[in-house]
């Protein structure tokens, strides 16, 4: 049964990354975006950072689906621990350099 697998799985992922680069080019698309809300409009600084927080998030969601093949793994719980795991991740990295911007300026 495993050799049935491993040849889907094998099978899958013969010819061009379309996915990937579909991915990349809606990233990229998403951060130059944020870049030009953030200088090229004269926003109020709470709309500019609600913009850039909601580009981020759709920015998030799209590496999971097309980079971090979110919906390929084996079971549910796996992925719902590697998303729970990444979100503390993300929030200690952000928290901890506020704090430390916060204390060193």
């Known amino acids: 049964m495993h050799e049935n697998e491993n040849q ?9 990354p379309w996915k990937q680069v579909v991915g ?3 990233s990229l698309g998403l951060t130059f975006l944020a870049l ?6 004269s926003l109020p600084v709470n709309v500019t ?4 927080v909601a580009l ?3 920015q998030a969601f799209i590496q999971l689906f097309m980079f ?5 793994g084996t079971e549910p719980v796996h992925q719902i621990i ?3 795991f990444g979100i503390y991740v993300a929030f200690a990295v952000v928290a ?3 704090w430390i911007l916060a204390h060193v300026f």
């Open 68 to 72: 971090m093949h979110v919906t390929e």
């Open 49 to 52: 950072l609600t913009i850039i």
């Open 8 to 16: 889907a799985i094998k099978q899958e992922h013969t010819g061009f």
């Open 36 to 41: 030009w809300v953030a200088i090229g409009l």
């Open 96 to 98: 901890g350099s506020i």
């Open 56 to 58: 981020a998030i759709f």
């Open 24 to 26: 990349l080019i809606l």
């Open 82 to 84: 590697g998303i729970l």
